[in-house]
């Protein structure tokens, strides 16, 4: 099992009444590409936010690769985050004022691998297989284009070579041409690397390139807002 | 990576980054500057007089007796005649003496009567000895010898005739304008009360006052400079005269010696220790400079705070992205003091930079105007003391945008 969730329940601190999680029980097997379709404001941020550790369930075990999240501390988290789980945003991806390789560098910073020495080299072979050309390696992101800068944040996202990647609305913000080229470039290098994906959208259109496609409400029974 | 980081997100806002390092490099130039001025004036001051041993005049305060005597402020209260100068100056510890009379002024600035000594043995500084900028030392009854200042005040060049005033006032109506002194000597510029002081002979002293009785000129003097040069011009009193001595051990007993001299009441001071004694008094100006100063950084170190606050809420995107990619909180409130301290840093640099220009464009005029001899140098020990201590004020005040951040980093999620 790459995720499991059991008997989770969530609230915001100071507003126990405001359920905004409720699953009795989920889980993803490892390998598997998910795609979670759920309106915004369906409690998607907040399940993402415990699946990568940066938010802990009221109640309720949370299980990732095998690992309790819950019980580790806040540093076990963070240190576990960094090295097990890529995460690629609808945008915000990358620091901005940094050039890409840059980005990569500091995204491996705080992961648990130490040889960096051959990390400039593995950045390159990574951008080399997501087209990532050479002259848009050293400017700084914000100059490149949405496109560009979606595939830069793939790059970002798996350097750490994870074994759970979390996309949270990828392709919310690309055009149709930009979505296809994303999802075709995205889908081989999870496999490839034999990743488990849970993809979150509320676009169904992308929903044949998943073996597993859910609602979140079908697992979750919390009706709040959050 | 995290210096590179905070550089590049500096960078990335310029705007408010460069105002804020320009209100922190004016701050720290302020501190510097009251710092190192303090420090120079400081030793300047402390060096006006060195070299003499002891300064004897008519019993006073000590303070005053430096005042009137080397800063040639304020009255003398008392005389001291002739025969104690000669009598005390006989010791056989006394290795050399100057004597000096005051009470003659020339357009506000002092005049001194003294022996051709003075030009020998007087000293100020690391033992410097006075020089001459042009000419020489007074040779005849009305010659004399002007202070740097003096001279480049009122113009004076070699073989003026300068007429001298009775009195201390700038404004003097009784003028010994009958017997003017002609400019032999100018002295190089010191950087101490010797720039505004005229010296002439004892004897010139005399001259002038030949004719006059109770401080006033009786009407039309009727000897002649030939005359006045063969009469005997021998002083019946001086104002106050320094000591060398043969042996620095000697000092204190010497000094008892002439506190106890039973013919006339007089007092011996020994010079350092007075000075440091007025430079006590002045102190508390110059640490109210320094506090002032210290306080104008302290809000610059503010305005820095402020400006990174104000730019967490904007960050949240960043610190999200920081997070995600599995960074600890903790890193968040390094960065955020990484670049507190790299604006402060920078501002060290610039203002340092800045004072060392403006030092070395405005010492000629420090030492011309002012009589200050600043040092260029900057890199003192206590300038590193300072900066030390600004760095580590910078730190503290950024523990307040530092731990807000820390705290939007805890508190974030996707």
């Known amino acids: 099992m790459a995720i499991k969730l059991t008997d989770i329940r969530f609230h915001y601190s100071g507003q126990p009444n405001n359920r905004v999680l409720n699953i009795p029980s989920w889980s993803l097997k490892t390998g598997e ?17 415990l699946l990568s550790g940066l938010l802990t369930p009221s109640h309720g075990q949370v299980t990732v690769l095998g690992e309790r999240l819950d019980e580790m501390s806040g540093r076990q988290r963070d240190q576990f985050r960094a090295s097990h789980i890529g995460y690629v945003f609808q945008q915000f991806n ?44 050293y400017r700084p992101t914000r100059d490149l284009s949405i496109g560009q800068q979606q595939r830069v944040a793939i790059a970002r996202a798996l350097i750490n070579k994870p074994q759970l990647l979390i996309a949270d609305e990828p392709t919310s913000s ?5 979505r296809d080229a994303f999802m075709k470039l995205l889908m081989p290098m999870v496999v490839d690397n034999q990743m488990t994906l849970l993809f979150v959208s509320h676009d169904l259109s992308l929903s044949s390139y998943f073996t597993k496609v859910e609602s979140l409400s079908d697992f979750n029974s919390s009706e709040a807002i959050g | 990576m995290l210096a590179k980081l905070s550089i590049h997100s500096l960078m990335d806002r310029k705007g408010s980054v460069m105002l804020s390092l320009m209100a922190m490099t004016v ?30 005049g008519g019993r006073t305060g000590s303070i005053n007796l430096l005042l009137y005597s080397v800063f040639r402020i304020g009255a003398p209260t008392n005389n001291i005649r002739w025969q104690t100068y000669e009598n005390i100056t006989n ?19 002092r005049v001194l009567g003294t022996t051709k000594n003075y030009f020998q043995h007087f000293s100020y500084g690391k033992k410097h000895h006075l020089e001459f900028f042009s000419g020489h030392k007074f040779d005849r009854l009305f010659d004399v010898v002007l202070g740097a200042e003096v001279a480049s005040k009122l113009g004076y060049k070699l073989g003026d005739k300068v007429a ?16 003017p002194f002609t400019v032999v000597g100018i002295l190089s510029a010191t950087g101490t009360p010797v720039d505004q002081t005229l010296h002439v002979s004892l004897q010139g002293i005399e001259a ?20 006045l040069e063969q009469a005997d011009l021998q002083p019946k009193s001086i104002t106050a005269f320094m000591l060398g001595l043969n042996s620095k051990i000697a000092t204190f007993q010497v000094q008892r010696a002439i506190n106890e001299y039973t013919p006339e009441p007089v007092v011996a001071i020994l010079p350092g220790v007075v000075l440091s004694e007025l430079w006590g008094m002045i102190g508390v100006l110059e640490n109210t400079l320094l506090l002032v100063s210290a306080l104008i950084f302290v809000s610059a170190c503010l305005g820095v705070s402020a400006m990174l606050l104000a730019s967490i809420r904007e960050r949240r995107y960043e610190i999200q992205l920081l997070r995600i990619v599995g960074a600890p909180p903790y890193v968040l409130f390094l960065l955020i003091e990484l670049e507190v301290l790299m ?35 900057l890199l003192t020990e206590d300038s590193l003391y300072l900066i030390a201590a600004m760095l580590s004020a910078s730190i503290i005040v950024a523990v307040i945008p530092s731990f807000s951040g820390y705290r939007k980093a805890r508190a974030t999620s996707v």
């Open chain 2, 91 to 109: 010791s056989k510890q006394v290795k050399w003496a100057i004597p000096i009379s005051l009470g003659d002024s020339h357009k506000g600035y």
């Open chain 2, 343 to 377: 604006i402060t840093l920078l501002s060290c640099v610039l203002a340092g930079g800045l004072l060392a220009v403006c030092l070395a464009v405005l010492h000629d005029t420090l030492v011309s105007h002012y009589g200050l001899n600043i040092e260029i140098n």
């Open chain 2, 208 to 227: 002038i006052h030949i004719d006059w009785q109770q401080g006033v000129k009786t009407s039309n003097s009727t000897i002649t400079q030939s005359e």
């Open chain 1, 33 to 49: 590409q998910a795609f979670v379709q759920g309106p915004s404001g369906g409690g998607k941020s907040t399940l993402l936010g």
């Open chain 2, 27 to 56: 701050s720290i130039f302020v501190l510097l500057g009251v710092e190192h001025i303090r420090h120079q004036a400081k030793d300047n001051f402390s060096s006006t007089v060195s070299g003499v041993d002891l300064i004897v």
């Open chain 1, 174 to 178: 690309l055009d149709k041409a930009n």
């Open chain 2, 164 to 179: 001298l005033a009775h009195g201390i006032a700038s404004t003097s109506f009784s003028k010994h304008d009958d017997r």
């Open chain 1, 94 to 137: 990358l620091m901005p004022y940094i050039n890409a390789i840059d980005n990569l560098l500091l995204a491996a910073r705080f992961s648990s691998r130490k040889n960096s020495n051959l990390l400039k080299d593995e950045i390159k072979t990574l951008f080399g297989a997501l087209n990532i050309s050479e002259k848009e390696w």
